[in-house]
């Protein structure tokens, strides 16, 4: 487990994608390196594992929009949340995710946390074959890369769909290790 995780602060993206399930192994991981994990939890990803799951293994409440309380007039300020962390990772990230943070659309919290981040950010794409392959999601991902987001590559393997190829979310460990290593070289 990298030591360079503890104390750090990581919020942890989950989007809408099937490996959406990986995300709570990561938080996990992550708690266990001695990191403060606040998770944000897309619409889409919703559909895919329960705040409750990863609210237990991040010790903190996951923030999934705007508001907390609309009648009190309580939200998350997403600026704040940019500045507290020391890392912004999203994992797993899908082809709608990417494309919000690549175009700078700011339809969701996690878009703009991305937006107000000051500290570095990760990406870990996952999806189908064909949709990880298409020009747009490949242009989506340049562009992250050119803005200074760290990519990290989609291994090749079977999908959910039955395919094979690129499109996997790189392994939760992998995950961790690659953190870890990226930020004791940023700072």
Not at 77 to 83: C, F, I, K, Q, R
Not at 131 to 156: D, F, I, K
Not at 165 to 186: D, F, Q, S, T, V
Request: proline share 6%; with cysteine; glycine share 8%.
């Amino acid at each position: 487990m990298p030591d360079t995780l503890h104390g750090r602060k990581i919020l942890l993206g989950v989007s809408g994608s099937i490996a959406a399930y990986k995300s709570a192994l990561v938080v996990r991981l992550l708690v266990k390196a001695g990191a403060e994990v606040r998770v944000i939890l897309t619409p889409a990803a919703a559909a895919f594992v329960t705040p409750l799951t990863l609210a237990t293994l991040s010790k903190n409440p996951v923030l999934q929009g705007f508001l907390k309380d609309a009648q009190a007039g309580e939200w998350h300020n997403h600026v704040e949340l940019g500045l507290w962390a020391d890392a912004l990772v999203v994992a797993p990230a899908s082809a709608n995710t990417l494309a919000h943070l690549a175009g700078g659309f700011c339809d969701t919290l996690l878009d703009a946390v991305y937006l107000s981040a000051r500290c570095p950010v990760f990406v870990a794409p996952a999806m189908d074959l064909d949709m990880y392959q298409h020009p747009a999601t490949q242009g989506n991902l340049r562009r992250l890369r050119e803005y200074g987001v760290t990519v990290w590559e989609s291994p090749a393997g079977e999908l959910a769909s039955g395919l094979n190829g690129p499109g996997r979310m790189l392994e939760p460990e992998a995950i961790i290790a690659e953190l870890g290593k990226e930020l004791r070289i940023k700072n």
